[in-house]
């Protein structure tokens, strides 16, 4: 869905190296999040935001923490990067639940930490 | 919190042949679960989704049932052509609860043989 793009899409880093991922939307949507996907583990989510002033921690929150600059966009920074954070990291976004709940997802961002 | 686990992880079907994947959910609070499908190098899109006040729903060749009881739905492909082929990832989701985030079962991978 070409309403989410992600930067970068692939990226190597090193040990110890603060990374920021970066996630916008032109769908209007209030609601984003971060997941990340490792084989045979689905999709977790690391923190979501339901609009500009509310932040909160997911499932996996612990190495990584998000800003949401506008409601257009919501970054995702790995403060002191490790290689177990290699891994396919997706954006997604959805409306008010009264319209219903389907997340559109980023094209997602490769990260390989060495 | 609720927990999804999905069934089975890995899923060969020859063409023509049908498929159902099978995911059950923890908390009965959940009433919203939908089916995304992620192909090869793609993000996750939403393919049927189902609400708790019904229990089938159908688009073409896909359908979902869902037991509320027993708390586990399922998603039944018929006809399976190649293009089917693709993981498909099962969510909850309490819409309308404190969170209302989806919870991903860990996905099943599809592979139909020509």
């Known amino acids: 869905d070409a309403d989410v793009t992600q930067t970068p899409r692939n990226r190597i880093t090193k040990t110890g190296k603060r990374i920021m991922l970066e996630c916008s939307q032109t769908?209007?949507?209030?609601?984003m999040y971060w997941y990340r996907q490792d084989p045979g583990l689905g999709l977790r989510l690391i923190y979501y935001?339901?609009?500009?002033?509310?932040?909160n921690k997911g499932e996996i929150s612990d190495g990584y923490s998000v800003s949401r600059q506008a409601q257009a966009k919501f970054s995702l920074s790995l403060e002191s990067a490790i290689p177990n954070q290699t891994a396919l990291y997706f954006c997604?976004?959805?409306?008010?639940?009264?319209?219903?709940?389907?997340?559109?997802f980023g094209p997602g961002t490769r990260l390989t930490v060495l | 919190g609720e927990n999804v686990e999905q069934h089975p992880s890995t899923l060969s079907v020859q063409e023509g042949d049908s498929a159902v994947i099978k995911c059950t959910y923890s908390?009965?609070?959940?009433?919203?679960f939908p089916w995304y499908k992620q192909e090869l190098g793609k993000r996750p899109q939403l393919i049927i989704d189902?609400?708790?006040?019904?229990g089938e729903k159908k688009d073409q060749r896909i359908a979902v049932t869902l037991n509320k009881t027993a708390k586990h739905f399922s998603l039944h492909i018929t006809e399976t052509q190649p293009e089917d082929s693709a993981v498909y990832f099962c969510?909850?989701?309490?819409?309308?609860?404190?969170?209302?985030?989806?919870?991903f079962g860990k996905g099943t991978k599809l592979s139909v043989k020509p």
């Open positions: 997604a976004t959805s409306g008010p639940q009264r319209v219903g709940n389907e997340q559109f």
């Open positions: 769908k209007g949507h209030d609601r």
């Open positions: 935001s339901f609009d500009v002033k509310d932040i």
């Open positions: 908390d009965s609070a959940s009433n919203y």
């Open positions: 189902i609400r708790s006040n019904v």
């Open positions: 969510a909850a989701l309490n819409y309308g609860g404190s969170q209302g985030n989806l919870i």
